[in-house]
């Protein structure tokens, strides 16, 4: 078997996965749960700001939100690989 061709998932598009997280706000690491919970609340409501929406379509940048859930679940499949996928990753991509 082609060590690119593991898990079902090539290596590209296993490169291709990280496109999921755009330009994503994190709090920092041991934020309280329930503050998580507000901010990304707070996000998600921001984001469907009529305001917000024009002055992004007047520059012309896309508005594409993704759920926590959605971004660990991404997170989850790109961390989770065969060391073949890995080792050629770093083959092809070093540093």
Known sequence: MCPS???GQ???EVLALGEGFGHTMMP???TP???VK???EAYAKALKDPELISEAQKGQWEIEPVSGEELQ???NQIMVQQAAVVNQATKNHPG
């Open 5 to 7: 061709r593991l898990f």
């Open 10 to 12: 090539s290596l590209g």
């Open 28 to 30: 920092p690491p041991g």
């Open 33 to 35: 749960a329930n503050r």
């Open 38 to 40: 507000i901010l990304c």
């Open 73 to 75: 679940r991404l997170a």
